[in-house]
């Protein structure tokens, strides 16, 4: 249970030192300092005492068991003494020490051996090449930090030690609180998943805010940060890597997937909020940690300026957040507390003489209109105005409703001091209220997702060992990607409708195909050995009758005998003529980290030029298919457009859920792209023209 | 010149008070405190001193001419005193009472009157209903406003007074200056134009701000934005109106313009930088006041911690700016200054124990090197940082080099001093790195704008009198649209190619065309009363021979009198059918802020699903068609894909130029849809298949 780390009974500091500056004196300060309750246990060689605390000389002398261990030494010196720690009993450790991966191949065999070493005695690690950790609860600052937290019901884990310090200076200027700060460090061994998990069920976190560059396991990361996310929110900022996306791929899928996309697919999934930028995480952070989530209904926008209030319903369209329309009643009643000259639609504008009371008696009626779920109250500093009194307005309306209520007190020099005020009072201020409107339309979302029901998977009849045996066969042959025959069985295999297709190997063989079959027709040079058959005139499309059958199964094998002499020829694939239907394409992609990542999209242009494609990480759940499919923005095409049916959707749905147990069947499949599929109208199904699939060599 | 406005020799303040709290009383206190040196009169008819100043009973009674009057007396009495100020030689007025259309129509009727009464006496107006004017260099505050702002570069213009309090007192907390501060208030006559034109040549303003909620005349703020911007940047934000687009439209364009759109060309064609947020607008503002334009070249950061590095990298990724690469004799020299763990990539990390030394050393490489046009220099407060220190060699820096320099000196409680002092050397901080990248990536595409030569117009020539000539007899006959024909010969006018077609009368002159002009033809119901041909069976598409030709006239005829017995049939329109080239749609829109407002974009889905459009306010530039074009994400449809060839993009920018010219020459035209017109391949031209306009009735 991770909560060791946090609450130890007892605490091995190692490595203390008694010169003001160095990292082991920071961290010896700051956890007597903190005010922390346990027995702490300071350990270095040559000191008896520092600060006024007793300093053991190694950790086999610390006259007690130890639950967790705190390093500032070497890396080798950690290494070694893990065994020492096991005999105390520690369970946990953090190692703030750096000089791991971070500085290249030698510190990377050392991160190797010291999780290795951890792994043997049992013991949990921390880092390493953190700042360490500190919770404001139980009054542990193990962190070289300068400065300790204020207290919240926000807990942050960031991959980034000198993000956290800029961000806890940031936040003891803005009166911003934590429950608990995680330096994930090199994540040897404890990730991001894990803190997230844990920090999903610390009675003191209410919210889960996070930095992190990438995921220790990407399975891992979505099934624990969906659980989490089911019960708090998690907001998260993903950096870097997203050049990663560039990489070179002879699939659809793989071009236009990248990382990131991997990224946005798996946060979706697991219900993670993403936020750009830091300020974001904030924004959306403070509103989720003091206020409740929205209930149905509209947004109401008070203000005692016109302007601003344009501004703010200007932010909630673009946001497409609605706007209250408050009963008739509530304007009635309104009209009683507010001068004629009001603005009784919504933006409500009190205007720019209401003093705190105007402002109360407003804000009293509208919060209780039933069509309102949130307020955001904003206040100019004009000549008369009431700034804390009117903040401490707003405060007393938060303990009379269950609204969501919002601030945006503009300005600095005059306001600041009402600002504290909505702080002090759990009302999130924003100064400009736009940011307080994508704040909001965050919140909404996340309330949205927890109303999803659970997810549900469902499991397609397959002749696994068949696929598997076809599989085995082209690996046996060498080979990386199996040619369209074999690709279209597999998918075949997978309930796929496919075109009827033979593999001819005599002009007679195709005639007595094609006299079964019937017109018009399609002609492919079939060899393991011609990928880009069109290149080498391969291919004929259109095929009317008998004779151009026999004149294009001679052009088709001569042009690939002349082009490329050494290919192996099996023969000439053929193939009914479809063309009715929308082009699709469904797609999958192996993702570093987290596995088979399923795109869908409509086909040509849309996929080419457009990039007008989504993207889940398989296993797809049934609503996430959907989703996907409503995703696009060329969706309205499916819907039927200009007088055409609707097409059929459910079959696309099938078609990625037949596509995503497919490639988590086989995991030794890297690529495929099933393009096009073409799509008929709704109850028609759905038909996989022609199939691409790569594996692993 | 608007000059008096700020620096008035004389100055009449019509209305003080000397009750604490009254509007009369604090611009009279402002304006003394302020330190302005002009000669002052304060007007109240029933007071002899106020703050130890001479009042005097009316304006007549001013011993002096009088350059500007400031009013706070009621509507009617300002109105009646507008002849005693003509007197004194007043030329400009700023009217900061209210009660006037901002209140009603009663309140309407007195803001005309005002300018009426304004105009016979040569009177020029701020307001009425305003906050006042300030000018920090010439020590005016001639506003209620509770503060005096900090001197700066940046002047602001806001019809918003009360967004301009909160401005004022944000920028107080947050070490923002300013020069001038303007409340346009209702704008009764000198408009946002005609301050943005002042202070266009104002030496004491930098960089123009503005909030704006709509415009006085949409022609003048283009003509004099676009002067305006090409001397020193603009960046406003424009709120409301966005619902407007809403409104109901029989034309494509109209469906898709809205008021917004219009804006957007309109900022675009005139080089305004539209900021979207108060945040964004300072974000910019800020930079372009302090710091000179980047040159050619990269972006470089220098960090001393990777996370924000790589988050300000990934931001960099997403605007689209390059990262600088630095010549090889310029990494050589960071590495004699810094530590082999440095990071010689860009981010460069300068790694968390990096000094105020290390700092400098490195940016004075850095900022040396001929790649970099500008820095963005991140500092986290780690153990050891040195923030002040940093800040002044960050500001030293500046003084050394002509590159753009950005801090992201992030925190809040230690870094402020930082800060303060960046502030202080004028180089613009921003918290999150984020901001600094958007603003610097803002500031890129104004430089652009900058670099662009003086538009050009193409000028055609056009048979103008036979279009007037033709659009008067629809005028006459009293309807509002043009049948397909009278449209199609209006824009073969402008010399737009069109579809061969005849009016046939009988089912004899069909034929006879169509032995001339071939088949496959289109056959279409010529009434001027059925609109909507399809609908009542007036269409035929596709007629291969005489046989079909002369069936589908009868049922085209029979169709029409049967569903709409009392229209006026004219015959059958006969129109070679046309399927080869890309559809596009060239439209126009009245805008009721900017007049008509030409659209592009492809046909068919692309606009009805995608609205994939690009809109300029007419007349368009050379370059702003070839913009347009451009500008469309499915421009690389046009380009050639899937092995076609490149349509012939100069004769859309010919068809969009020629719409212009129609649309500037006739502006009885409200509406005008060219759709379908075909674009074929390079150098083949386009043919415009149907138009469709609309004129005033």
Redesign the interface.
Known sequence: MLDTIFKPASLALVGVSKVP?K?GY?VLKNVIEGGYAGKVYPVNPSAQEILGVKIYPDIKSIPDTVELAVFMIPPKAIIESLKDCAQKKVKYAVVISAGFKE?GAEGALLEKQLKEQADIYGIHLVGPNCLGVIDTKSKLNAS?S??MPLGGDISIL??????L??????????DVGFSKFISLGNKADLNEADFIEYLSDDPDTKVILG?I?GVSDGRAFIDKAYKASRKKPVIL?K??G??VGARASSSHTGTLAGSDAAFEAAFKQSGVIRA????ELFDIGKLLEAQPLPAEGGLAIVT?????G??T???T??AGIRLAHLSDDSILELKKVLPP?AAFGNPFDII?DALADRYKAALDIISKDRDVSGMIVLL?????TEIDKTAQSVVDITTHTKKTILAAF???????SGIKVLSNGRVPNY??P??AVKAYRTVLDYKDWLGKPEKTYRKYEVDISKVKNNLNTVQASGRSSLVDVEAREIVGLYGFKTPMSMLAHTVEEAKTYASTAGYPLVMKIASPDILHKTDVGGVVVGIKDEQELEMSFSTITNNAKKFMPSARIWGVVIQQLLTSGTETIVGMHMDPNFGPLVMFGLG??YV???KDVSFRVAPVSEAEAQEMIREI??Y??LQG??GEKKRDIDAIADAILRVSQLVTDNPEIVELDINPMLVKEEGAGAIAVDARISIKH
């Open positions: 500056g990292v920071s500085v070289f300068a400065d960031s991959q980034s030690g000198a993000l310090t800029a961000i806890l200076d940031w936040a003891l200027a803005n930095y560059e900022i950096a870097g997203t050049k750009h930028t830091i300020e005692n300026a016109g302007g601003p344009i501004i319903a200007d932010a369209e673009r000259s720019g100019t500093p004009q000549d008369m503009m300005g600095g020099k005059n306001v600041n100064i400009f736009e940011s040509g242009i080419e030029i457009l923005r060329s309205p095409l457009i200009r």
